[in-house]
């Protein structure tokens, strides 16, 4: 076994065994975008991304990972590495430091791992993958694999390290597609602590000590008088109810619910849209991007 697999970051542990070696075959086969298969890059509309510029793109997977951020360069023009003219070259390295630094900036982020493959689409895409603060054993080369073993992070820490990633980018200019997720709130069931009055089992109010000391009756008509005037709050609270006040947390003014409401789950409008790119996008069948 080759040293590797004695490496800390190593994924794996246990027995393995190396594959046998395929023989190389005469012709390779096309990649996307080359010959009669289509481009996907080409394809994808701009809502598809989280940043678009007028010769870069930047978009997400369709779902989070295990990673805080996995995010793809693009050029908007069908081109490979080597056939960049120099200006797009050179903006190139711009939008790489450009693009490092954003996703640097996430909470949580140490490192920003950027790779060129090439193997499964001839338009050109770079892969940067953020590495998770103190994550040691996360360092290296073996980090898109530890991407797919890692559980996934929350969709909505996910959806605003996307929003943050495009506003950055959107202060040099393009466009910022991806928004944050809409702030979850609910109305409070009440903005004061009600009173709730003891009952016996008997349905009567507790006696106390004072009304058990009373004088011809005076206390416990005194403690009749009160519970009568605890009937009438509770009456009026329940005439405020039906006019329309807030009474409970699924309940809003007028009488809908929070449902009804505008609360939502949904992820914003601006959010970059999964079922434009397939599932198989991230890492094409044959291992390689």
Known sequence: MPNFTQWPSF????????????????????????GHRA????????????????????????????????????????????DLPNLLAAELGVMTVRLERAIRSL????????????????H???????RPHGQLQLRGTFLPLW????PSIPESTWRENLALVAAWLAEFGGRQVAEPPRIQWQAPASFGTPSTATVTEAGE???????????????????????AASEKTAAAGAGMADSGDVIGPGTVLGGGTGSNAGDT??????????????????????GVG
């Not at 997977?61 to 080597?82: A, F, K, N, T, Y």
């Open 39 to 82: 481009c996907t890059a080409c394809a994808a509309p701009d809502e598809a991304y989280i940043w678009v510029g007028e010769r870069w793109r930047v978009r997400a997977m369709d779902r989070p990972s295990g990673l805080p951020m996995v995010l793809i360069l693009e050029s908007r023009s069908h081109l490979d590495l080597g």
């Open 265 to 286: 789950d949904a992820p914003a409008d601006g959010a970059p849209k999964a079922a434009a790119w397939p599932a198989d996008n991230r890492e094409p069948q044959e």
């Open 205 to 227: 109010p507790p006696r106390t000590e004072e009304s058990e000391t009373g004088e011809n009756g005076e206390a416990g008509a005194e403690d009749s008088s009160s519970t």
């Open 147 to 150: 991407d797919s073993i890692l």
């Open 107 to 122: 909470d949580g982020v140490s490192r920003v791992h950027v790779n060129r493959w090439g193997d499964g689409s001839a």
């Open 124 to 130: 050109l895409h770079f892969w940067f993958l953020a």
């Open 11 to 34: 994924p794996f542990e246990g027995d393995l065994r190396v594959k046998q070696l395929d023989d190389p075959v005469p012709t390779e086969p096309p990649r996307r975008g080359e």
